[in-house]
């Protein structure tokens, strides 16, 4: 994980960090790291968390960071009752301490007029519910061409709540395209469509706590963009503990493709599938169970009749669409008393499968964002902080700021990070 695990690491400015030191806050909960530096970065963000993870921070302080004060609405909170916009707003004026950055909450039930004052005034930012802030719409009090950011806040419960239409109205409303962020505490089909349209090239970040996990067994589902999978395996392969590992893909040409990539990583390897000899097969996995090569591919044909014994890693290249398969391949890692992790690369063309697969295995994985490979190639040169160190080999990225990479690059680069392993 690259994230930051301070507050001070993510770029804030030192009045907000003395405003996060007065609420008490000593370190970044797991859903502020992982969507402050997305957020800090422009984009788009869908975050699965439930009230209580933190989430408010999580948008809030990089928004406040980027908002200009003086500026006039600049941020926009959507939220399914009056009582969570209170309470957004009390966060947002805790976290503004220092700033004369003002937030005034807009909802059905009280007075229009220190609401109308709000938008007159130019508070930087308004926490709505969406039937008053409609109303205000509609009587031309307010205006909202000039925000920049749109948060909706417990979308699932908006839409439970019939707001779609309302949410679509005020969306008409804004003018230029604003950086958007919904969370949602669950993510059904319809929060999925309301986040997808909503939303443009988003980051997919998730805080659940993990169900039960077979023993010795940790499983973790990566988020990843389909371009940067190969890096990101490549990544992997270098941490400590990544010895044996057994990878399953889709296809055929995915497990090829993939063996190439590995060989010019200079990663030791071999596939099997059905395309190849039964002989050239159980040699494969001769040679991969003696340590001979270190990576061994297959697809979920080869995987029938497996029997391989001490597997450190099982890497789930593709999402498996059927949970049989699923907890076939997982079962190969952490055999013997030994630990085992089973890694599930997700995409977001995977998420519905994905989501299925957790429904049908009645558990949560634990989600890993990484934000290299969610990210495009080059984005890692786009953050504001310098990449912090990614091996013991002591070479950062850093030094690379300014220059474009190409996800092959990006590889090549990191594939310097696993020189020492010898076969
Ligand atoms: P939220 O999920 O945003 O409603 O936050 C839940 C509660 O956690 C609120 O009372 C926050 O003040 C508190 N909180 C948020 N972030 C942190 C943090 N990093 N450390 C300690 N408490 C926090």
Redesign the pocket.
């Known amino acids: 994980m690259t994230e930051p695990t301070e507050f001070s690491g993510f770029g804030l400015s030192e009045t907000r960090l003395a405003a996060v030191e007065a609420?008490?806050?000593?370190?970044?909960?797991s859903i502020?790291r992982q969507a402050i530096p997305l957020v800090m970065s422009g984009r788009d963000v869908v975050g699965i968390?439930r009230?209580?993870?933190?989430?408010?921070?999580a948008f809030m302080l990089p928004a406040l960071e980027r908002l200009a004060e003086g500026g006039g609405l600049q941020v926009l909170v959507l939220c399914p009752t009056r009582e969570l916009a209170q309470?957004v707003r009390d966060?947002t004026d805790a976290l503004a301490l220092g700033t004369g950055i003002r937030s005034t909450v807009v909802c059905g039930g009280v007075a229009y007029g220190p609401q109308v004052d709000a938008f007159k005034r130019g508070d930087e930012v308004i926490v709505a519910t969406p039937g008053r802030l409609i109303d205000l719409q509609n009587r031309g009090t307010a205006k909202l061409k000039s925000v920049r950011f749109l948060i909706l806040d417990e979308a699932d419960r908006m839409l439970d709540m019939g707001f779609r239409p309302q949410i679509e109205e005020v969306v008409r409303g804004l003018g230029k395209r604003p950086q958007t962020l919904l969370f949602s505490a669950t993510m059904p089909n319809a929060v999925h469509d309301l986040a997808l349209r909503m939303t443009r090239d988003p980051a997919w970040v998730e805080v659940t706590p993990s169900g039960t996990l077979a023993q010795g067994i940790s499983e973790i589902a990566y988020s990843v963009r389909p371009d940067m999978k190969p890096s990101l395996l490549i990544h992997l392969l270098g941490q400590p503990g990544w010895e044996q590992v057994l990878v399953f893909t889709r296809t055929k040409i995915g497990a090829d493709t993939l063996k190439s990539r590995l060989d010019s990583a200079r990663i030791s390897s071999d596939v099997i599938h059905s395309d190849r000899h039964m002989r050239h097969r159980t040699r494969a996995i001769d040679r991969f169970t003696a340590g001979e090569v270190r990576v061994l591919v297959a697809t979920d044909i080869a995987q029938r009749g497996l029997d391989i014994e001490g597997i450190s890693h099982v890497v789930n290249y593709d999402v498996p669409l059927d949970p049989g398969d699923y907890v076939h391949r997982t079962g190969r890692t952490g055999r013997a008393g030994a630990t085992g992790e089973a890694v599930t690369f997700v995409t977001a063309a995977d998420l519905g499968a994905f989501r299925t697969l957790e429904h049908q295995l009645e558990r949560r994985l634990d989600k890993v964002h990484h934000p290299d490979y969610d990210f495009a190639g080059g984005a890692v040169l786009e953050r504001r902080e310098p990449v912090r160190k990614r091996s013991r080999s002591g070479r950062g990225m850093g030094s690379q700021a300014g220059k474009r990479l190409e996800p092959d690059e990006l590889a090549a680069l990191l594939s310097h990070d696993t020189p020492g392993r010898k076969r």
């Open positions: 609420q008490g806050w000593t370190q970044p909960t502020q968390a009230t209580g993870t933190g989430k408010t921070g309470q966060d």
